[in-house]
């Protein structure tokens, strides 16, 4: 049997430290984020939550506050924010706006129950563009659901994964959604 100390050293992998915000209105809607990408090796559209890189110096909720008021208009406190409640780490290779190169993102996730609003963030639309942010809307659970078959997801099964959150609320130890 080889010896296990005599494994090469695997190089760490450089995730993208990030945040992500489920915003539900007293509906059960949730805010979506559809980023399209020109990437000929991805795919051409990824649904999710709202949110993004940690940039330094900051923390999980400066970071989230952020980049709520960037991409969506919602400036909450920093009380509204709560506790995580849900981990995430995938790896797949990508590239950030600044052009750096990461092996995945590590997302700490954040509930907040708010009233309907009509997204309108803090960047125009070019910037908006730039950042690959191409909609965001309300839906709901159904709505996500019934999304094409071919529409991609962050994480997978999102429906589902949004539905535990809701449900779970701010209880308990923060869900680890897995890759």
Do not use: K, N
Request: net charge negative; charged share 25%; proline share 9%.
């Amino acid at each position: 049997m080889p010896d296990p100390s005599l494994a090469p050293e695997q190089p760490a992998l450089r995730l993208r430290p990030a945040v992500r915000a489920v915003l539900a209105d007293p509906d059960g809607r949730v805010l979506l984020c559809r980023w399209h990408f020109e990437d000929p090796d991805g795919p051409a559209d990824v649904w999710g939550t709202p949110g993004g890189g940690i940039e330094p110096g900051e923390d999980l909720v400066d970071a989230l506050r952020r980049e709520l008021a960037e991409e969506t208009g919602l400036e909450p406190s920093r009380a509204a924010c709560g506790p995580v409640v849900a981990h995430r780490r995938h790896v797949v290779p990508m590239r950030s706006t600044d052009g750096r190169t990461w092996d995945g993102q590590e997302e700490w996730v954040f509930l907040l129950r708010v009233d309907a609003f009509e997204p309108h963030g803090r960047m125009s639309a070019e910037e908006l563009a730039a950042e690959s942010v191409a909609e965001l809307g309300w839906y709901s659970l159904d709505e996500i659901r019934s999304l094409p078959a071919t529409a991609v997801t962050a994480p997978r099964a999102l429906a589902d994964v949004l539905e535990t959150l809701l449900a779970r609320g701010h209880g308990g130890e923060p869900l680890e959604l897995g890759g």
